[in-house]
């Protein structure tokens, strides 16, 4: 079964740095998504992402954080500056279509500790 | 009221044993209804869908929802160790975003 690739698997950084966390979505998928959970709470919405644009975001999802999919096939989550308040798992999603349409792949997760 | 609640368990059941798993959710309006199943450092992995009150089957997994009361219940029949993983429960309602549940930590052991 096709797969979706996150990078790196762990991160550590020091709180202020940016950093960028790296996603191959499932090729032929049109809607991407970042979510994260923060260790023992729930896996938590970030923002969605379809033709080229945000299409939703959460609150959490504030002007640190930026998406891009800078070619057609990479899929990426930057926070600017950091804050220790970040350190969590961070999964990559992506679908052929919306998620109550079509089922939804998550990566196996970047697990960013900032110190 | 948070949106979506779950008991975190954890569950220990032994081979065999049928599991109930159970969320409550607090907004009418949500329509569609998921179990994920999550394996230790994976990422969720879609087990069930629906957006009907009912039952839906699929194996050994049985999805129920029951809107009047707000309440969605994933049952596993005949567990088996590999089971074993964390299971959430997450809701849309036609969004692009999906609330998910705490988790439960089901271990079912030989």
């Known amino acids: 079964e096709p797969e979706v690739t996150q990078t790196p698997s762990h991160q550590v950084t020091q709180m202020g740095q940016e950093v960028i966390l790296r996603c191959v979505p499932i090729?032929?998928?049109?809607?991407f998504y970042w979510y994260r959970q923060i260790l023992g709470q729930k896996v938590e919405f970030l923002v969605s992402?379809?033709?080229?644009?945000?299409?939703?975001k959460s609150e959490i999802f504030d002007d640190q954080f930026s998406v891009e999919r800078p070619d057609g096939s990479n899929f990426t989550l930057k926070i600017r500056s950091t804050k220790l308040e970040d350190s969590a798992m961070y999964f990559c999603?992506?679908?052929?279509?919306?998620?109550?349409?079509?089922?939804?792949?998550f990566g196996s997760g970047t697990q960013l500790s900032v110190l | 009221q948070k949106e979506v609640e779950q008991d975190p368990g954890p569950l220990s059941v032994p081979e065999g044993a049928i599991v109930s798993l159970n969320c409550t959710y607090s907004?009418?309006?949500?329509?569609?209804f998921m179990w994920y199943r999550q394996y230790s450092r994976k990422g969720p992995e879609l087990l069930m869908y629906?957006?009907?009150?009912g039952n839906k089957e699929d194996g050994r997994f049985t999805a129920q929802v029951d809107k009047s009361s707000k309440y969605i219940s994933l049952f596993i029949r005949d567990s088996q160790p590999s089971d074993s993983a964390t299971y959430l429960c997450?809701?849309?309602?036609?969004?692009?975003?999906?609330?998910f549940g705490t988790g439960t930590r089901l271990q079912v052991f030989p």
């Open positions: 999603a992506s679908g052929k279509d919306r998620v109550t349409n079509e089922k939804l792949f």
């Open positions: 090729s032929n998928h049109l809607y």
């Open positions: 992402f379809y033709n080229n644009e945000i299409s939703e």
């Open positions: 907004n009418s309006a949500f329509q569609y």
């Open positions: 629906t957006y009907s009150s």
């Open positions: 997450a809701i849309d309602y036609n969004t692009d975003k999906l609330i």
